[in-house]
Structure formats: C-alpha cells, structure tokens
C-alpha cells in the first residue's frame, strides 16, 4: 500500500466514511458537467426527487455536440439541439454556472476548468468523461465517471470509492526538439500497454516531467486513462502556481500565499513509498504514431509496423485486426503512409501550446493537394488567444481550415467525421475502430506538430526533418 | 431506422415505479430469454445511446432482434406482457458497460434477472439499479425455462433472503453473489440514498476542508 503520496494525502482529506461493503464515500471539490452524460442523471434526480446538493461546486459546459462551423442556434441536428438546451434549462434550474457558446470561456469541459483556474492542487475533480484524468496535472486527484454516479455527486457531492494503488512513473532525461509531451505519453503507454493502469493511479515525475509546461502536463495527464489509469497527476510546483496566478477562480491576495503553502505540503513525501514504480528515459523517445486500433499501438516515426512474431502472444489478436482495419502491412514504415484528413484539437492537443507547435511547422507552406485540413481551438479562450497571435490567419493561409471549439473530430457526436475508409492524422486520443465517424475510417495519433506535418506532407512524415527545414 | 412500430410496446407496467430501499422478494411472472452470451448492443442497439433521458428506452429493448422476430420474440409475445422475472442463460449482458442495458429492461418491466451467469459490469450496472441478478444451476434453469415456455401464468416469489424462486406448487433454489444478497435487502444498494445519509458528516468535512475555507490554516492530517 502506498504511504505519503499525493494520492494518500488527498485520499484522506476528502473521506466523508467508510461505506458497507467496504467502499469509502469522498467527497468531490469539483463536479465538471456537460451535454451528454448529465441529461440522465438530472431525470434520476427529478425521479428521486432530490436536488443538486452543491451548485457552487458544479461547472457546466457544452463541447461534444457542437457543431463548429456554424454554431447558430437552433442546430441542425435537432438531437443535439435538444441536448444543449437541455443543459441549459437543467442548470438554470438548479443555479449552476453555464459557460455557454459566445460566453467567451466555452470549451471542451478538460481546457476551460484550468483556464478558469476551477482546478487546483488538492482537488478532486469528477466529470462524466473519462479523460477527467488531465486535471491531474495540476495535482489535484481527477476521474472520469459514468452517469449514475454523475447523479451520485449532483445530490450528494460525493461517491462511493475504492482506493487506487499508486504507480511512480519516473522520467528521466529531457525531451528532444521534434519530441513533444504527445510523444512521450504514447510512448508511455505504449511500453506499458493499455490495461497496464487498470486499478492504479499514475504519479508522473523525474526531470523530464519537471520540465514540462501546464499544458504539456494536460496532455500526459489526459491519456493516462488510455493507459488503464483511471487517474493520473504531476506533483504541483512553481509551473503549477505560475500557471493559476491571476486566474478568475484562483485564490486572490493573502489567500494565494496560504493556498501555496498548503499546495506544497500536499505534495509526495520524499519518504513516500508507491505500489509500483516505473523508470523510462526521456531522451530516447522519437516521434511516435500510432498504427492500429488501440493507443497502445504506437511506433516511433522511424520503425516499421510490427510483424505478428515481434508482438507478445496476448496481443497478437487484436494486431491482427488491426493490420486488416487499417489497411497497413507489417513490416511497412510509418513514415510515408498517406492521410486524407488532418485534425489539430480536442482536449489532448487542442490548447494554445499545441497550436503553436503546429503553427510554427505550417508557416510559409501549404497544405498538399488532396488533404482535408483543419485547427479546431479546445475553448473559446485558446481561439481568442490564438487569434491575437495571428495564428488564425498563419493556419488559413497554409489552407488549413480554422474552427469553432468544440471536442469536433475527436469523436462522432457533431458534424466532423471522417467519411468512408479515410484516415486521419489527428491530436486527440483515441483510435478505436469508428471512433471519428465512418465505421471504417481510420486513425494515426499524434502530435500537433506532427499532425500539421502529414498536412504538408500529404503522408506520416518525421517532424524533425521539417523542423530543420524551417531554420 | 431499424423499428418495427408494430412490435414497440410502450412499458406494460402502467403502475410504473423503479425499484427503492430494501428489496426482499419480487412478485410476479417469469419469462424466459433462451441464448447464451446474449450482449448489450442486442439488449439495447448503439443508436439508442444518443438521448437525454433514458425514458424511452423500455420500448427500445432488444429492438434489432425484435423487429427481426417479427412478433414472435419473448419481448413481444402476448404472454409474456407484464412480466417481471427474466430468466436467461450464460454470460448475458456482455458487451459494453452502457447502463442504457439494464435502464431498458427496467422500463420495459423486468425488475429480477436469474440466469447461469452476468457479465461483471452488467451484473454492477443492475446492483445500482436495484435489479438483483440470481444465478441457478443449467440444469436448473432449463428446467425453469421450459416450465414457463409451457406456461407462464402462475405468479411467483422470488425471496432474495431465503434465495428461492417458488409459488404452492414449486421452489426452486438460486444463489446470490456473496455481499449482494445483504445490499439488497438492507437497501444499500442504493448508493445515492447512502450517500444523502451522512449529509451532516459532509458538511463537517467541508468546514475543514482549505480550499473550501479560503485557505485558512487547518490543520493537515
Ligand atoms: S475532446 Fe474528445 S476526449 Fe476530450 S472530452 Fe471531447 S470527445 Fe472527449
């Protein structure tokens, strides 16, 4: 059992009691909500007959339905107009915060709570999407959940738990230029394989993770549940409260100062002992995409696609369905593989660093013949933000599309998609099988800057190569 | 769309009520649902999943199978309208952890499942439901299984305590999962209601907690 890490720390400060049968109820400090999995748990409650037990601690927003070409009210798609106003009338009714389209701080659920400074060090933080896990990064203790128990913390603030064990992933080294945050977690997942997390919670540290900005730190956070993790989390620091400062929900005046010397104190003990610990070395990482149909199936931007023999025998069947859905043989480069459709967004790789990164490999070029390109900004901030830097106009005039935000084409509940057996370069995180919207269409994860590479390109290319280019 | 109005029955419980508190026994008539590995997208198919209430979901269950069966599914028999008890074979609700699964044969009237075995997640998404899952022999649920295919117009009980399925004329002995049994009759399988319970022992954690008190000095355990 793991003593004095972050995890145990907040563990304890948030336990409200030990619940028959061995569960413990914690108490939730943040309840992140949106369009599609609170509609439900809204109905249960009006069923019950209960009211939201801390509208103060609940912050909602829309992001998966909204179309970002046009987002003009009423939508077309009548289904996903009915979702929004849904959650418009549900938080009216119960006196929650709506940060609704043209508020100015709109988003995807995972990129507005930290700009807002909603996400602190300490925190728990429970949303009814998985990829809660990014607010982890700013050492707060963050999950997703399913949509009873998003009705459990509505009338309750709190959720019936079983503790996690707690794994140490150490990084040593330091990134190479070209190799970006993305880079680093599908490598991470890669090696320790996609149920590897199951039951832990991931303590991301070593100088490589010191190293990292806030949203670098998002980005690894946000995949550990692609790993099996249901939570992942970086020990805050300087870059933590550097990053809050100033921020609308952040602590003001004398506050701020007790909130640092508290932040520390939460922090893992250098005694503290882990269930598990894992050491990688940063500086061997390349750019790394994946090739088949889960995260875990990535490759270095110079390897070839693994034959069957090279891959243990447990995950020999799904390599094998992956080779057929995608199309690709084993044996073949990456580097090379052509791409119909470039995607930069969602809230892996759709913050205003991720649109430098792309920005800075698709300035002066132009996006190849053939290819669909588009940004897609996580939040009406990152646009704004974006924007005053000119890199709207940078995007528009390499031919890339420039967007409404929105969680877009990360996956298939608004109007971007992929269309039949197309395959996408994309920012986001998951490469499941029909995941962007054809039941055939096909997925390559990557960096942002990678992303926009395919885009001039027209194929998987190796980012360094354009990044010397460009100097 | 792949719906055969025809075969779409609105929920055959008019005194529809979800399941609350303790649960000691289910009334009613059984049905049975012949198949083993039966999974959720045939429970409730894919496209179902994109609505803001589950309320409609009861004449969605199994509606791609239904429509195929044309009248003659379980689902759609006459006899079996107002069933509560569902009796299935192995590894029923396989498949994705949607709890669309379980909310639609909810609505639609089930309110106990005994089978061979559950898919684990299916098996959790019912407990929260208040839908207890039994588990019997396959001998013995064949033999159930053909009695009510026969004939399934007698009630029964099913006794969560004494772990039987029984009416004047048969009793027929079923297991619970070890810990279940006791949440359902003590009603803790209910995790809202015992949530709501320690209200007061939330609001003293929340006078505690820093982050809640504008970083005033607590002390830290
Ligand atoms: S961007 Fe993608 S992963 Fe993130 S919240 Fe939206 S749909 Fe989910």
Redesign the pocket.
Known sequence: MSTGTLYDKVWDLHRVAELPGGSTQMFIGLHLI?EVTSPQAFAALKDMQLSVRCPERTIATV??IVPTLSQKRPFLDPLAEEMLSTLESNCTKHQINFYGLNSGQQG????IAPELGLTQPGMTVACG???TS?HGAFGAIAFGIGTSQVRDVLASQSLAMNKLKVRRIWVDGILNKGVYAKDLILYLIKSMGVKGGVGYAYEFAGPAINALNMEERMTIC?MSIEGGARCGYVNPDSITYNYLKGRPYAPKGQAWDRAIEWWGKLSTDSMATFDDEIKFNASKISPTVTWGITPGQGIGIDEVIPILESIPVCERSIAEEAYTYMNLKPGQPIAGVPIDVCFI????N?RLSDLRDAAMIAKNQKVAKGVKAFVVP?SEQVSKAAKNEGLDELFLSAGFEWREP???M??A?NPDRLTGRQISASS???NFKGRQGSATGRTLLMSPAMVAAAAITGEVTDVRNLLDVSE | MLVNKKYIYESMNSSFTFPKGQIANIKGRCMSLKGDDIDTDRIIPARYLKCVSFESLGSQVFADDRYQGNGSHPFDLDKNQGSTILIVNRNFGCGSSREHAPQALMRWGIRSIIGESFAEIFFGNCLALGIPCAIGSSELIKEIQDLIEFDNSEEFIFDLKKEQLFNAKTNWDIKFQSGVQEMFLTGQWDATSTLIKNSSKLNDLMAHLPYLQNFNPVKLN
């Open positions: 949106h992001d998966h995807i659920v995972h990129v999407d998985s990829h990014t946000n967004g969602s809230c892996t759709g996580g929105g969680c877009s990360c996956l509940m986001s995180n998951r």
